[in-house]
């Protein structure tokens, strides 16, 4: 098992921190706002890669679980992760190891965007399925509903942001010296 260093707990506490910055900007519209949250789950998978993406991610869920007002609206608590948009939540742990382990295989830096957005678009996937489960699970409204509610209105957003987390992760990845885990 390998240490964790300093270094590799600063960048891991950095998009932890980003994603709840992330968090505070939102477009309160139905159950679920529109956050740029997602940008840095993608990000922490595709410049950390999976072990430490996913540590960020679990890093800010858990904060926001013990009560801090960090998930978006300013909420917090176990409440939360039990509520409606726990599964979203949830699916940004699981997101960002996925697109993590997959951005760990890329080696041609010319296709590198175009790989950054084909993980990515699986990384959405992933976090719409955990979070309209949980969706259909606590409010019972039925498939067609959830997704109406808990996906369609975020998918143009999530496109774009992954465009933008694709291009800055190309950039990122060149800058940010991390050594293997």
Same mark, same amino acid.
């Given at each position: 098992?390998?240490?964790?260093?300093?270094?590799?707990?600063?960048?891991?506490?950095?998009?932890?921190?980003?994603?709840?910055?992330?968090? =505070?900007?939102?477009?309160?519209?139905?159950?679920?706002? $529109?956050?740029?949250?997602?940008?840095?789950?993608?990000?922490?998978?595709?410049?950390?890669?999976?072990?430490?993406?996913?540590?960020?991610?679990?890093?800010?869920?858990?904060?926001?679980?013990?009560?801090?007002?960090?998930?978006?609206?300013?909420?917090?608590?176990?409440?939360?992760?039990?509520?409606?948009?726990?599964?979203?939540?949830?699916?940004?742990?699981?997101?960002?190891?996925?697109?993590? *382990?997959?951005?760990?295989?890329?080696?041609?830096? *010319?296709?590198? $965007?175009?790989?950054?957005?084909?993980?990515?678009?699986?990384?959405? =996937?992933?976090?719409?399925?955990?979070?309209?489960?949980?969706?259909?699970?606590?409010?019972?409204?039925?498939?067609?509903?959830?997704?109406?509610?808990?996906?369609?209105?975020?998918?143009?957003?999530?496109?774009?942001?992954?465009?933008?987390?694709?291009?800055?992760?190309?950039?990122?990845?060149?800058?940010?010296?991390?050594?293997?885990?």
């Amino acid at each position: 098992m390998h240490r964790i260093t300093i270094h590799q707990m600063t960048l891991v506490s950095l998009f932890a921190a980003l994603t709840i910055i992330g968090a =505070f900007i939102s477009i309160p519209i139905g159950l679920v706002p $529109i956050s740029l949250q997602n940008l840095f789950v993608f990000l922490s998978g595709m410049v950390l890669g999976s072990k430490l993406g996913a540590l960020s991610q679990l890093i800010y869920v858990l904060l926001g679980a013990v009560g801090l007002p960090i998930f978006s609206g300013y909420k917090g608590g176990p409440g939360v992760l039990v509520g409606p948009t726990g599964g979203f939540l949830m699916g940004f742990v699981i997101s960002a190891y996925i697109i993590g *382990k997959l951005a760990e295989k890329l080696t041609n830096a *010319k296709t590198k $965007i175009w790989c950054y957005f084909a993980i990515g678009l699986l990384g959405i =996937f992933i976090i719409y399925i955990t979070g309209v489960a949980q969706l259909l699970l606590i409010t019972k409204v039925g498939l067609r509903k959830a997704i109406l509610a808990g996906v369609l209105p975020f998918l143009p957003g999530d496109f774009l942001k992954l465009i933008i987390a694709s291009f800055l992760a190309v950039r990122l990845k060149a800058v940010v010296y991390l050594p293997e885990v």
